[in-house]
C-alpha cells in the first residue's frame, strides 16, 4: 500500500475537504446557478489548500498523492453538494505534461499549476464536427520558421475563460498521409493570455447546468516551437492515457452524488410525514433509494479497483471505464429516486436536488458517453467486433 492510499491518511483528506466545503452551502452554488457563475471563491479555496495540486510529484510542489486519494478528494467535494467540476481539470489536466513534457516544460509549469498561480483548467479535444471521432478532427497545427500556426475549432472546452493554459490536441499531418490510424496528431500547451483576441476567439455556451463551457476560435494563432508536448504525432495516445485518469476521478464524483442524493433522500423520507406515518415506511418509497444505494457500493468497488490498479501501474482501462459507466448510472438512478422522493419539493431550487440532478445528468455523456464506453467493453472485454472508428 503506498503512504497515499493509507486509510487513515483517506480518512484525514475527507475530514480536510468536508471542512473547506462546509463554507460553500446550497444556497452558495444555488446563487451561482441562478447567474451562471464561475464559483472563484471556491476554487480559490481549494487552491490555496493545496488539494488541487495533488497528483503532482513533490519534486514539481505538488502533494505528490495517488489516484486513491484523488478520488477521495473529489468524491467528497460532491458527497458535501459541492461541485468540482469549476476545477477539477487542474487536478489531471497537467498528467499529460508529467508523463510526456520536456524537463523544461515540467520544471516552467508544473510547479506554478501546483502553488495555482498558472490554471491548466482547458482541455481542447472535442471539436464540432467529429465529436467523439478524436481522429476526425479538423484543426491544424502547421510549422513555420518561428514554432506553429493553429487554424481551425474546439467546442465544449470548459472553463477556458477561467484558465491561463489550454492543453490542445491539433492535427500536424492530414489523416490521408499517415503510417497508422492513430498518428498525425499532437498535443500543444498554449500560454492563451497573450493570444484570446488575438487570433483566439472564446464564446461561452449557456447550458441548462453551470459548467463554464466554451466554444474556441482560431485563427491564424502562433504559438512557439516550444509549446508542442512530446513528439510530433503521438498526441492521440497522449491523450488517451490521461483519459483513464479522468474517467476514474469523476466516476468518484459521480459516487460522491449519489451519496449525496440518497442522504438528502433518506432525510426527506424519515421528516416528511402524511397519512399519518414518514413516507420513508412505505416500500415504494424505499426500495427505489435502496437499489440506487446498492449500486451506488458496486460502482464505488468498481471505483476503487480501477484506482489502485491504475497506482499500480496495472492493466486498467476495462475498469477505468467501468467505473465511469456504473458510477454516472448509480448517481444518475440516486438522482431520480431523491427527486421521485421528495415529490413536488424535489423541484423547488431551495431543496438543492433539481440542481444536483441536472449537474449529474451531465455524466451519462461526458467526458465520454455510455453508449461508446459499451462499446469498448464490447471490444477490449468480450472480444466482439470493433463498431467504432474502423
Ligand atoms: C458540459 C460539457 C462539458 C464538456 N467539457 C469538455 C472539455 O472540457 N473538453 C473537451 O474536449 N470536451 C468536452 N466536452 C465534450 C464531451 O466530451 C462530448 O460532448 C462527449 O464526448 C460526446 O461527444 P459529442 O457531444 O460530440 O457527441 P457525439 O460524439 O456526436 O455523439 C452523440 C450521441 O451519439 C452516440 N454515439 C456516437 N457514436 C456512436 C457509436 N459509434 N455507437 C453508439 N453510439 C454512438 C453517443 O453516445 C451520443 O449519445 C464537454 C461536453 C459537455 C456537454
Not at 449500486?295 to 490498479?309: C, F, I, R, S
Request: hydrophobic fraction near 40%; glycine fraction near 10%; proline fraction near 4%.
Amino acid at each position: 500500500m503506498s503512504a497515499s492510499s493509507d486509510p487513515s491518511l483517506l480518512d484525514e483528506i475527507r475530514s480536510a475537504i468536508r471542512k473547506i466545503c462546509g463554507d460553500f452551502p446550497g444556497q452558495y452554488w444555488r446563487q451561482l446557478d441562478q447567474e451562471r457563475a464561475y464559483p472563484t471563491a471556491f476554487v480559490e479555496a481549494l487552491t490555496a489548500s493545496g488539494w488541487l495540486g495533488a497528483l503532482i510529484p513533490e519534486e514539481y510542489g505538488g502533494a505528490g498523492l495517488n489516484i486513491q486519494a484523488a478520488t477521495v478528494i473529489l468524491e467528497e467535494i460532491h458527497a458535501t453538494g459541492c461541485n468540482a467540476a469549476a476545477c477539477h481539470a487542474q487536478m489531471y489536466t497537467m498528467g499529460t505534461v508529467l508523463r510526456h513534457g520536456s524537463d523544461e516544460q515540467k520544471q516552467k509549469y508544473l510547479p506554478a499549476i501546483a502553488d495555482g498561480s498558472l490554471r491548466l483548467q482547458a482541455f481542447g479535444v472535442t471539436e464540432p464536427t467529429s465529436g467523439t471521432d478524436t481522429l476526425a478532427l479538423k484543426t491544424t497545427a502547421k510549422p513555420t520558421d518561428k514554432g506553429w500556426v493553429i487554424n481551425g475549432q474546439k467546442i465544449w472546452t470548459s472553463r477556458a475563460e477561467h484558465s491561463d493554459l489550454m492543453l490542445l490536441l491539433a492535427r500536424t499531418t492530414p489523416r490521408d498521409q499517415v503510417a497508422k490510424r492513430t498518428d498525425g496528431l499532437s498535443v500543444f500547451l498554449l500560454e492563451m493570455k497573450d493570444l484570446v483576441g488575438h487570433g483566439i476567439t472564446i464564446r461561452p455556451i449557456r447550458t441548462m447546468l453551470n459548467h463554464a463551457t466554451t466554444e474556441v476560435f482560431f485563427d491564424n494563432v502562433e504559438i512557439p516551437a516550444d509549446a508542442l508536448v512530446g513528439e510530433e504525432g503521438q498526441g492521440f495516445s497522449y491523450i488517451l492515457s490521461g483519459m483513464n485518469a479522468e474517467r476514474i476521478l469523476i466516476a468518484a464524483e459521480c459516487i460522491g452524488d449519489a451519496k449525496w442524493f440518497l442522504d438528502k433522500a433518506t432525510q426527506y423520507a424519515n421528516d416528511r410525514s402524511i397519512f399519518g406515518g414518514p413516507i420513508g415506511q412505505n416500500q415504494g418509497v424505499q426500495f427505489p433509494l435502496a437499489k440506487a444505494y446498492a449500486h451506488m457500493l458496486g460502482a464505488e468497488l468498481m471505483v476503487a479497483k480501477a484506482a489502485k490498479l491504475y497506482d499500480e501501474g496495472a492493466a486498467h482501462g476495462i475498469e477505468a471505464n467501468t467505473a465511469k459507466m456504473l458510477a454516472a448510472d448509480a448517481s444518475w438512478e440516486a438522482g431520480e429516486a431523491c427527486l421521485q422522493t421528495h415529490g413536488g419539493f424535489g423541484f423547488a431550487e431551495e431543496y438543492d436536488v433539481e440542481r444536483k440532478f441536472r449537474e449529474t445528468r451531465l455524466y451519462q455523456v461526458a467526458p465520454i458517453s455510455t453508449n461508446l464506453i459499451l462499446s469498448f467493453l464490447a471490444e477490449k472485454g468480450l472480444g466482439l467486433p470493433r463498431s467504432y472508428g474502423k
